[in-house]
């Protein structure tokens, strides 16, 4: 893997983790019949969550076909630089990642395998889903402007009124070596404001807003008070938070945002493609795309809308082919950490 760099460098020295052992050579026929069947009883998962939502699919799909998951939930970058620790002995069976331009590098890096009869997969939106079946855009957040409704009377309408000397100091921002969406932000508004979208940062960076951490990490500030604002905060989360009685809020500015799609997809290595093409296909499934709205996502399938947060179509949206962007997001990262160090 040569793309992502931005995403996964950090953490390929720090993580540690134990091997998962999926098999054992022996000289009997009966050694490797027992390999086999505990192989088709199990799939590897790695996964960009959201944490509840990741463990109730594991779960109900467990309930569901008796294949035990084994999940791992962290990052995009966490999950990209594990993979790369790993790829002399690839233990991942399905990849869930938070940014789609992350999922197209792997297809393009020949680590993923083709699903083309996925079920329901007609039912996608096809700019977040790879028309040959290599991923499979199951879910998606957008980004906005989320305040403390305590501390913020009135909520910005656009990115440029961050920039204000009366936000100076008072703004955090999702660090896009951490957060795939984050990346997509940055990578989405440069590339439809070109030399402006590097001065809004430039300005940011000006008027001290923070880089901080993951996503969870930018937010956290903010509801508790000791931040006004997250600029590319997530919008799932802001709603979550929001149900649970926290005082925050968010606006998609005006001049538009960026939705970044949540890619799934089967890895070419997998031990268990049966088992791993019953989850990709449980993933698209009316329950799971049900809980997905539930969980303040948006569902990957045009036919299932969301209840209880606005649609696709109620977004100002910044259209972005996100299948092509990938080759740059790595040199907009490295960018972005020169404009914010």
């Given at each position: 893997?040569?793309?992502?760099?931005?995403?996964?460098?950090?953490?390929?020295?720090?993580?540690?983790?134990?091997?998962?052992?999926?098999?054992?050579?022996?000289?009997?026929?009966?050694?490797?019949?027992?390999?086999?069947?505990?192989?088709?009883?199990?799939?590897?998962?790695?996964?960009?969550?959201?944490?509840?939502?990741?463990?109730?699919?594991?779960?109900?799909?467990?309930?569901?076909?008796?294949?035990?998951?084994?999940?791992?939930?962290?990052?995009?970058?966490?999950?990209?630089?594990?993979?790369?620790?790993?790829?002399?002995?690839?233990?991942?069976?399905?990849?869930?990642?938070?940014?789609?331009?992350?999922?197209?590098?792997?297809?393009?890096?020949?680590?993923?395998?083709?699903?083309?009869?996925?079920?329901?997969?007609?039912?996608?939106?096809?700019?977040?889903?790879?028309?040959?079946?290599?991923?499979?855009?199951?879910?998606?957040?957008?980004?906005?402007?989320?305040?403390?409704?305590?501390?913020?009377?009135?909520?910005?309408?656009?990115?440029?009124?961050?920039?204000?000397?009366?936000?100076?100091?008072?703004?955090?921002?999702?660090?896009?070596?951490?957060?795939?969406?984050?990346?997509?932000?940055?990578?989405?508004?440069?590339?439809?404001?070109?030399?402006?979208?590097?001065?809004?940062?430039?300005?940011?960076?000006?008027?001290?807003?923070?880089?901080?951490?993951?996503?969870?990490?930018?937010?956290?500030?903010?509801?508790?008070?000791?931040?006004?604002?997250?600029i590319a905060g997530v919008d799932y989360m802001t709603y979550s938070a929001k149900a649970k009685g926290e005082p925050v809020d968010?606006?998609?500015?005006?001049?538009?945002?960026?939705?970044?799609?949540?890619?799934?997809?089967?890895?070419?290595?997998?031990?268990?493609?049966?088992?791993?093409?019953?989850?990709?296909?449980?993933?698209?499934?009316?329950?799971?795309?049900?809980?997905?709205?539930?969980?303040?996502?948006?569902?990957?399938?045009?036919?299932?809308?969301?209840?209880?947060?606005?649609?696709?179509?109620?977004?100002?949206?910044?259209?972005?082919?996100?299948?092509?962007?990938?080759?740059?997001?790595?040199?907009?990262?490295?960018?972005?950490?020169?404009?914010?160090?």
């Amino acid at each position: 893997m040569k793309k992502f760099s931005s995403l996964k460098s950090l953490f390929v020295c720090t993580l540690l983790f134990s091997a998962v052992v999926t098999g054992c050579s022996s000289k009997t026929g009966n050694a490797d019949a027992k390999s086999k069947t505990t192989n088709e009883k199990k799939i590897v998962v790695y996964s960009a969550g959201p944490k509840g939502l990741a463990e109730k699919i594991q779960k109900d799909f467990e309930k569901k076909t008796g294949i035990k998951v084994e999940m791992f939930q962290g990052t995009t970058g966490k999950i990209l630089a594990r993979m790369e620790a790993e790829k002399k002995n690839p233990v991942v069976d399905v990849v869930v990642l938070a940014s789609l331009p992350a999922m197209e590098g792997l297809k393009k890096d020949g680590q993923t395998l083709a699903y083309k009869e996925a079920k329901q997969a007609d039912k996608l939106r096809s700019e977040w889903s790879d028309d040959k079946g290599h991923y499979f855009g199951y879910s998606a957040s957008a980004l906005g402007i989320v305040y403390n409704t305590k501390n913020v009377k009135t909520a910005p309408e656009d990115w440029s009124d961050i920039t204000k000397g009366e936000w100076k100091g008072k703004v955090n921002l999702p660090d896009p070596a951490l957060s795939g969406s984050a990346l997509d932000f940055v990578t989405g508004y440069v590339k439809k404001n070109g030399k402006d979208g590097w001065n809004l940062f430039e300005q940011l960076k000006k008027n001290e807003v923070t880089v901080a951490g993951a996503n969870q990490e930018a937010l956290d500030p903010v509801v508790t008070g000791a931040k006004d604002m997250v600029i590319a905060g997530v919008d799932y989360m802001t709603y979550s938070a929001k149900a649970k009685g926290e005082p925050v809020d968010i606006v998609y500015p005006k001049s538009g945002t960026v939705i970044s799609p949540r890619a799934a997809g089967i890895m070419k290595d997998s031990k268990n493609v049966k088992g791993a093409k019953e989850f990709i296909d449980y993933l698209l499934s009316d329950d799971v795309q049900k809980q997905i709205s539930k969980a303040y996502l948006l569902p990957g399938r045009t036919d299932i809308k969301a209840e209880n947060r606005p649609n696709v179509e109620e977004i100002p949206v910044l259209h972005i082919d996100w299948k092509t962007v990938e080759k740059e997001q790595d040199e907009i990262g490295k960018q972005f950490k020169k404009v914010f160090q």
